[in-house]
């Protein structure tokens, strides 16, 4: 054999194995319309992958915490993924319904994803690959209020913490707080804004990325009530148009607060089998009226949102005088624990009217924090890495959820994905909880780094 020869032969090889795998097809096919509200997005690759990297993520910039990227109409807490054996198929289904009448658009891998979907072997990053289809039906606002709106939020809360079958306490980590939040409508902006309270106290609302909000915290609720007595309230609004708007609102009596939400069959809600309706109860809403409402949230082991209720559009109805909810069958996934939050708010003051174009709400409230578990499967949840942030001067800090008690993992870095390039950041073993944070000093003024959490 000739040297040339050979040395085609061994770039050849090299080519072979450092070819990025590649998405072959995507169902629905790009520009499809009129996808039922059910369908699972079915995405096949020429390699196999690996799994524990297909994180979904909102499409936000400059970066998004996810490989698999989607527009702002979809709740990628939402997707439950399935592999077939040779993990070269995944399956994204998306708990409920898809939005109606929406173009949903998807990307793997683009530039701003912080991660990136990559071979089982080696963890190659896979071409970016990119997509949209129209989802059947008219549009729907989940809660019935035109996208076009802004929103003026006042309102005090409380919230708890429920562990066991025993009453909610104070949650230790969220104190007594008021709140006053201003959003912009579409027309006529929002320049500034300030709330006027009893005795003659303005307090002016701060400018966040073009939100306008006071928030305060205090030690009891007896502190927050004194800070924020009953009685006249009103918030100015300066516009970007004259005239100027105000929307005036009265306080009412401390002991209008709603009562506190209690899970009734808590210790049922910590052995759910997800592939069953399970119906989550509650005490009622004692004095609850047609302008008060009940909410509820679940989050996942990474915070994402698998189910907010009530939901016009999948439809999920919570009505103010419900004391159960039927969380529905599959919502939920095999072995994990996920995080519950159920508010009951006293509206003093809600209009979609007055002042137009804003939906604007006075409220008290009480939410209580809790937990829910499901069976089946002896599942080990993956780690996952989230959260991550470049430092001002370099240090690179990531947060690794779903970690298992009593194990040791290696958080472990490489600037080329070459096999034998990856060294050790941390090593990670903690007696309890499930999650750690790991820092790479060594990050400062460097290239392209590439991270993973793995059992040795």
């Known amino acids: 054999m000739t040297g040339l020869l050979a040395s085609l032969l061994l770039l050849a090889a090299g080519w072979q194995a450092w070819s990025q795998p590649q998405l ?6 790009s520009g499809a319309t009129g996808v039922p509200l059910t369908t699972a997005i079915v995405f096949t690759f020429d390699t196999p992958m690996e799994p524990a990297l297909a994180i979904h993520a909102t499409d936000t910039t400059p970066f ?61 990053p896979a071409v970016p690959a990119s997509g949209s289809f129209t989802t059947a039906g008219a549009s729907c606002d989940p809660d019935g209020i035109p996208d076009s709106f802004g929103s003026i939020f006042v309102a005090k809360g409380l919230a708890y913490l429920q562990n066991s079958a025993a009453s909610p306490v104070l949650k230790p980590d969220e104190k007594p707080g008021f709140v006053a939040l201003v959003m912009s409508p579409d027309v006529n902006a929002v320049t500034s804004a300030n709330l006027l309270r009893p005795g003659s106290v303005t307090t002016p609302l701060q400018n966040v990325f073009g939100q ?26 300066n516009r970007q148009t004259p005239p100027n708007t105000s929307l005036p609102m009265t306080m009412p009596a401390n002991s209008a607060y709603p009562p506190t939400p ?27 009226t047609a302008s008060d409402f009940i909410s509820l949230e679940i989050l996942d082991d990474q915070g994402r ?146 991270y993973r959490v793995i059992k040795p």
């Not at 072959?24 to 096919?29: K, T």
């Open 24 to 29: 072959i097809s995507a169902v629905p096919a």
């Open 262 to 288: 209690q899970i009734g069959n808590y210790a049922a809600a910590q052995t759910i089998n997800p592939a069953l309706a399970f119906t989550l109860t509650f005490g009622a809403f004692v004095g609850g």
């Open 305 to 450: 949102e698998v189910l907010s209720a009530p939901d016009l559009c999948i439809p999920l109805a919570l009505p103010v005088n419900a004391t159960s909810f039927q969380i529905p069958a599959n919502t939920l996934q095999v072995g994990r624990i996920y995080s519950g939050r159920l508010t009951f708010t006293k509206s003093f003051y809600s209009s979609t009217t007055s002042p137009a174009n804003f939906s604007s709400v006075g409220a008290l409230t009480k939410a209580t924090a809790f937990t829910l578990a499901t069976t089946g499967g002896g599942v080990v949840p993956q780690p996952q890495i989230v959260s991550p942030q470049l430092l001002p001067g370099g240090p690179f800090i990531f947060t690794v959820n779903s970690l298992t008690p009593a194990t040791t993992y290696r958080a472990e870095v490489s600037t080329t994905l070459a096999p034998g390039s990856w060294t050790t950041v941390k090593t990670i073993n903690i007696p309890t909880g499930s999650t750690d944070s790991v820092i790479d000093n060594n990050a400062t003024g460097t290239g392209q780094r590439y």
């Open 64 to 124: 998004a915490g996810g490989s698999i990227l989607w527009s702002a109409n979809i709740a990628p807490g939402n997707f439950q993924n399935s592999w077939n054996a040779s993990l070269t198929v995944l399956t994204c289904t998306y708990v409920g319904n898809l939005p109606a009448g929406a173009n949903v658009v998807w990307k793997i891998n683009p530039a701003n994803a912080l991660i990136k979907l990559g071979a089982e072997e080696d963890q190659f």
């Open 212 to 237: 306008f909000l006071h928030a305060e915290e205090f030690d009891t609720q007896l502190l927050l009530d004194q800070a924020y007595p009953p009685g006249s309230y009103t918030m100015n609004l």
